[in-house]
Structures are given as structure tokens and as C-alpha cells.
């Protein structure tokens, strides 16, 4: 009772934002409502707050509190985290703490990098979050680090390299901190590298283990790699995974093989395009699954993989949830690796299902002929059904809310030739796209918000934009979704019907995750804005020439 006593007393007089976070308080973190403590809002990924002080009438009354200068005109994807009343963000070159219901700086730590690592990224100078635990703030860079933080100060604590950027690594993820390791994954696909997982130490950064997404000869896997390809076999892991903490399980997306043109490397390329179930202590694979083997069409599987509790044959089933760049909504026993359901939640062509007993698609002519060099076209694009960004799923609801794309492409692969550092992709990247039209030929909507049920891929209702949403997605138990457009608009979604209930101007492009977290008896939301990802830098959409970049957090409550 007096060390009980004690520690009370010493917790009173930190300064807010500097009280350790446990192991405890992380897996608990989707049920906080006070703080911010997971990327995604919880271990699971779901993205969902069970607050309800913005709800369906009062979100109309939501206006902006305060607004952050990021300093920065790059795209800005990062995910905010809050605890005691500091809101901790990152953008590709700079960590910030922020008092978060004014808006004051607390503190700014800066990233300083070689001339040369901005040429080195694939599709974006970004950065997508940080990781909270035991004090300290850890994050990734672009030239491949690991760094933890003190979240009282910002003084750099450790740091560690994880390989040499200058042959096409680099680090955009968020950190996971599951059962006390700091995991990381890592880009590079598309420039001919071998990538992997690793875990570190959280108090002294020591590396612990590193799992490869793509196996050398010997190792289970490495019989779906001809010769040598295996050494340029990419395999990125590029958004942070979940977990399940009674199972001890983390969850990884893994991302394309490399090069596209699948005929350089015939097999099914294990582990690319898959997800990765994993031993957080030792890296270890429990199980995989496979959602496109020997993928022509750079359908990453890196996006995030949701777990829920749902009925499956009305039987309770704890699950694992993707809507996959492939075009197909996946559900699978999160316990075995099991698929239990494989449904498009977008046009595909490229395949007529997924075989429920082998998991594997179901080909059409379509990839039988890109893997053959024939020229192709193709639904979804290679930017996917979804891109990065996060979906959301309410679990009360039992739907899925996702930012889906909605455009193909002519697709043809090339001959592939790797050097160290140069792209190594084997298509032609400058066939463009297929953009869609009405039935009277004008342009039609290049993206939807739609609300998804599992287990069948349908719509229940859907939102069109001329350009698609590139930002993540928020649901509320206030029946509230939120999300954001590339022109700049902030919106608030009806639950269950789709309306539009609230917009709001930020100024660029809204990439950002939102959150919703209560401080004194107000529940906040906010987001991160600035453009300048993917479809911004590869889909010539010229109505993007009038959206200013410039990144900023902004952050908004419901007036009284």
C-alpha cells in the first residue's frame, strides 16, 4: 500500500506527457478514450472510438481549435499519438510535441539526413507515425534508423542503423511495441532489395532478431525462388502491423515482389504479397498466407491487417481483416492462418475469385497474358482497390469503412535489368491509366468512402469523389466516419447511410490519419494535412496544380 502510495505521489508531479506507458496500458489502448496510445487507434488497427460526444447532430457544430505549422511541403501521412494531455506527431524530418489542447509546442527534435536519401524513395518523402512505451517516442527515418526519444524532452536516447539506405532502403513505418520489442519494417521493393522485419530492444536499441520476408536457399519458401532472384526479391514492410496480446501474435503485412515482370522470377515468391503472423519476442513465422502468388501487378500487401471478433457461421471467430490492393476482402482465422471468406470489394478482372480451400485466386486471361508479356487491361490498377491508406471497422456496426480507388490501367511487362540503387521494376510506367466513365462518357468518380461488409465485400453504401481519398478513415460510436479529400476538405460521414454531414477547408491535401481522443470533458478529433503522396506524384491529374502543399496538423471539437 505505501509504494502503491508512493508512486501516486511521484506520478502527480511529472509533467504531463512523462509518466511511462506500460505493456498494460498499450493493450488497452483501444479502449482509452482519454488517450492515443496505439498507431490505429488500438493494437487491433480498428480505428474506431467509442466516444460520443460527436455524434450525428452535434458534428455540424464542429470547428477548429487550433492549427500546427509542420514546417514542412511534403505529403503528410503521419498518425498522431496522445497521452496526458501531449500530442506527439511526425512528419519525414522532424518529431514534435505538442500540448494538445493549445496547440503549444513542448518540443521539436529534428532529422537530419545525407543530400542523397531523397532519391532513394519509392513514392512519397513521408513518414507515417511514432511509437510510445516506457517514456520514450520511437520512430523511423527515410536513410533506414531507428531512433527513441525522451517524450519529455525529445533528447535523442538511442539510435540504430538498420542497413545502408544507398541501395534502395528506406524507413516511412510507424514502430509497433508488442510484449516490450520495438518492431520495425522497412521499403525498397522497387529497387531491387531484400527486405525484412526486425525487432530492438526498447530500452537500449539492441537488435534482437530479423525476420526476412524473402527466403534464402534452405530456408522454408526458398523453393518458390528460381536461381538467385531471391537476393532483388523485395518484400517490403512498409505499415505497421497489429497484435494480439493474449495470443502473443503480431500481424505484418508484406509487401510486392521485385521486379514486376513475374517471368524473371516463375514461382510463387513466397513470402511477398502475403501476411505474416509472428512471435514478437523472436520474429519466428507461426503461420502465413498468401493473398497473390507470383504477383505481375505490384498488389502490395503491406496495408493493414485488422483483427476483430466476428461471427463466422455464426460461430464467435477472432479474425484478421484486409482489403487488399488486389481488389479482394479478406477474412481469416487469426488463430490458424484459416481463410474464411475472399470477396472483391472493387472491380477485378484480373481474377473470378478466390478458391476458399487453397486461398489462391482464381486466374483469369488477363494475368495468364501480362505474366506472358502481352499488353493488358487491367482492374484494379497497380495502385489497388486500396492504396496505403488505413481502413476502419466498427465492431459494433460490423462494417468496414474504406477509401477505395476506382481506376485500371494498361499494364505491360518489360525486361528487367538490376543495378544497385536504380529502380528495378520491369514494366512500362508510362502507359498510364484507365480513368472511368458515366454512361453518357463524362468522367466518373476515381474513388469511393465505402461502408464494407466483411464477409461479402459489398458496399452497404458508398461516397463518390472525382479524385479518390487518399486519407486514412476514423468511425466513431457517435455513428460518425470520418475522412479526407486531396482538395483539402476534412468530412464527417453518416454511420449508416453515407450522408455528408460536416466539411471542413484545411487549406492541402488531407493524407493524414485522424483521432478522437477526451481531455477535460471535450472529445477531439485531429488530422494531419499536406499533399504530395502517390496518386499527387504518378497520376497526372492536373487539378492537383491548384492545391497548395504545405503540411499542417490541425485539430477540432464541437462548439458549445
Given at each position: 500500500m505505501k509504494r502503491l502510495l508512493i508512486a501516486a505521489v511521484v506520478a502527480a508531479f511529472l509533467p504531463a506527457g512523462a509518466q511511462a506507458q506500460t505493456a498494460q496500458d498499450l493493450a488497452k489502448g483501444a479502449g482509452d478514450t482519454k488517450n492515443v496510445l496505439n498507431y490505429g487507434m488500438g493494437y487491433n488497427l480498428q480505428?474506431?472510438?467509442?466516444?460520443t460526444q460527436i455524434n450525428k447532430e452535434t458534428v455540424k457544430r464542429l470547428e477548429p481549435v487550433w492549427n500546427y505549422s509542420y514546417d514542412d511541403n511534403r505529403s503528410e501521412e503521419s498518425?498522431?499519438?496522445v497521452y496526458n494531455g501531449v500530442l506527439y506527431v511526425t512528419t519525414n524530418s522532424a518529431t514534435m510535441a505538442v500540448d494538445a489542447k493549445t496547440g503549444h509546442q513542448l518540443w521539436k527534435t529534428k532529422v537530419d539526413y545525407p543530400p542523397e536519401t531523397p532519391r532513394i524513395v519509392c513514392c512519397g518523402i513521408i513518414n507515417r507515425g511514432a511509437a510510445l512505451y516506457d517514456g520514450k517516442v520511437f520512430r523511423t527515418t527515410l536513410d533506414a534508423n531507428v531512433v527513441a526519444l525522451d517524450a519529455k524532452t525529445g533528447k535523442e536516447v538511442w539510435k540504430q542503423n538498420a542497413i545502408d539506405f544507398k541501395t534502395g532502403y528506406s524507413m516511412t513505418v510507424a514502430p509497433l511495441v508488442a510484449d516490450g520489442v520495438v518492431i520495425t519494417g522497412i521499403s525498397g521493393a522497387e529497387f531491387g532489395t531484400r527486405l525484412f522485419i526486425d525487432g530492438w530492444d526498447a530500452a537500449t536499441g539492441k537488435h534482437l532478431w530479423r525476420t526476412y520476408t524473402v527466403p534464402a536457399p534452405g530456408e522454408a519458401g526458398s523453393d518458390t525462388w528460381p536461381g538467385d532472384t531471391w537476393q532483388h526479391g523485395g518484400g517490403s514492410t512498409w505499415i505497421t502491423g497489429s497484435f494480439d496480446p493474449e495470443l502473443h501474435t503480431v500481424y505484418w503485412g508484406i509487401g510486392n515482389p521485385g521486379p514486376f515482370n513475374a517471368a524473371v522470377r516463375k514461382g510463387d515468391n513466397l513470402y511477398t504479397d502475403s501476411v505474416l503472423a509472428l512471435d514478437p519476442k523472436t520474429g519466428k513465422v507461426k503461420w502465413h498466407?498468401?493473398?497473390?502468388?507470383?504477383d505481375p501487378f505490384d498488389y502490395d500487401s503491406v496495408a493493414e491487417m485488422v483483427l476483430a471478433d466476428i461471427k463466422v457461421n455464426g460461430k464467435p471467430t477472432k479474425v484478421v481483416m484486409d482489403a487488399n490492393r488486389n481488389g479482394f476482402f479478406y477474412v481469416i482465422d487469426r488463430t490458424t492462418g484459416k481463410l474464411l471468406a475472399a470477396n472483391n470489394y472493387v472491380k477485378v478482372n484480373w481474377a473470378k475469385g478466390i478458391d476458399l480451400k487453397t486461398g489462391r485466386p482464381i486466374d483469369t486471361d488477363v494475368i495468364v497474358k501480362a505474366r506472358a508479356g502481352e499488353k493488358v487491361e487491367l482492374w484494379p490498377s497497380i495502385l489497388g482497390g486500396k492504396n496505403w491508406e488505413p481502413i476502419a471497422f466498427d465492431p459494433h456496426r460490423g462494417v468496414a469503412y474504406a477509401n477505395t480507388l476506382n481506376f485500371g490501367m494498361p499494364y505491360k511487362a518489360i525486361p528487367a535489368e538490376y543495378k544497385a540503387g536504380d529502380w528495378y521494376v520491369g514494366m512500362d510506367l508510362?502507359?498510364?491509366?484507365?480513368?472511368?466513365k458515366t454512361a453518357d462518357g463524362k468522367d466518373g468518380p476515381r474513388g469511393y468512402l465505402k461502408a464494407i461488409d466483411p464477409m461479402t465485400?459489398?458496399?452497404k453504401w458508398e461516397a463518390p469523389s472525382d479524385m479518390p481519398r487518399f486519407s486514412g478513415v476514423l468511425a466513431t460510436a457517435g455513428g460518425v466516419v470520418f475522412s479526407g479529400q486531396l482538395t483539402g476538405e476534412f468530412e464527417a460521414f453518416d454511420a449508416d447511410t453515407g450522408h455528408k454531414l460536416w466539411h471542413f477547408q484545411t487549406g492541402s491535401g488531407v493524407e493524414g490519419q485522424p483521432v478522437t481522443w477526451e481531455q477535460d470533458g471535450v472529445q477531439y478529433v485531429a488530422v494531419s494535412t499536406g499533399i504530395g503522396g502517390v496518386y499527387s506524384l504518378f497520376s497526372g491529374d492536373e487539378?492537383?496544380?491548384?492545391i497548395p502543399a504545405g503540411g499542417s496538423l490541425w485539430v477540432f471539437a464541437v462548439r458549445k
Open positions: 480505428r474506431y472510438s467509442p466516444l498518425q498522431p499519438l498466407f498468401q493473398f497473390s502468388p507470383n508510362t502507359q498510364g491509366w484507365i480513368w472511368p465485400g459489398k458496399a487539378r492537383l496544380k491548384g
